[in-house]
T-cell receptor, first 113, second 115 residues
Framework: DAMVIQNPRYQVTQFGKPVTLSCSQT?????MYWYQQKSSQAPKLLFH???????NEADTPDNFQSRRPNTSFCFLDIRSPGLGDAAMYLC????????????FGPGTRLTVL | AQKVTQAQTEISVVEKEDVTLDCVYE???????LFWYKQPPSGELVFLIR??????QNEISGRYSWNFQKSTSSFNFTITASQVVDSAVYFCALNPYSSASKIIFGSGTRLSIRP
């Protein structure tokens, strides 16, 4: 089945230690998104790629970076995680049109010690 | 303003009861898209339905039904004969055409189905 895959499902890191979360998709979608979701809140868009074009949200901290080496993969790098970065990180994809349905992966739950 | 309001923070019903989750939206766009997503305890956001602003036809899918009314800017979701597996957080979301890729989520409604 075509799907969105996120690894790892659970990630524990130490305060200030860089961490990378990965997302891959078999849907061959052009658009990939990263969301941060804190407990009891709605997902918050961090940035997205439309093909190779990177679109950063204005309020996304510089501590968060992303890479998309090819259509299938997208990475979220947190350069110096703080306690406030503990959250669920969700990857999503959509096809060519920006208003198309976004399909989400299972998420990576990040714990910062 | 462009926003989605889910006034019901939490709902708890007994299994087999019908339950309606409310969603009210605001947008200045004439073209927009509405969504419902389900988020079970595992955390994955599961897509349920997408509606465009020009299609007010209500939809039924098994025990799920959706009532889209532009006159009241509402897109309500009803689960008939609820089951324990329906327990989850449900998000209503809006994607105005002018916002391109940016979905505006409601705050979510936590639905608990008691056996």
């Amino acid at each position: 089945d075509a799907m969105v895959i996120q690894n790892p499902r659970y990630q524990v890191t130490q305060f200030g230690k860089p961490v990378t979360l990965s997302c891959s998709q078999t849907l061959n979608h052009n658009v990939m998104y990263w969301y941060q979701q804190k407990s009891s809140q709605a997902p918050k868009l961090l940035f997205h790629y439309y093909d190779k074009d990177f679109n950063n949200e204005a309020d996304t901290p510089d501590n968060f970076q992303s890479r998309r080496p090819n259509t299938s993969f997208c990475f979220l790098d947190i350069r110096s995680p703080g306690l406030g970065d503990a959250a669920m990180y969700l990857c999503a994809t959509s096809s060519n049109m920006p208003t198309d349905t976004q399909y989400f992966g299972p998420g990576t739950r990040l714990t910062v010690l | 303003a462009q926003k989605v309001t889910q006034a019901q923070t939490e709902i708890s019903v007994v299994e087999k009861e019908d339950v309606t989750l409310d969603c009210v939206y605001e947008t200045r766009d004439t073209t927009y898209y509405l969504f419902w997503y389900k988020q079970p305890p595992s955390g994955e956001l599961v897509f349920l339905i997408r509606r465009n602003s020009f299609d007010e036809q209500n939809e039924i899918s098994g025990r799920y039904s959706w009532n889209f009314q532009k006159s009241t800017s509402s897109f309500n979701f009803t689960i008939t004969a609820s089951q324990v597996v329906d327990s989850a957080v449900y998000f209503c979301a809006l994607n105005p055409y002018s916002s391109a890729s940016k979905i505006i989520f409601g705050s979510g409604t936590r639905l608990s189905i008691r056996p």
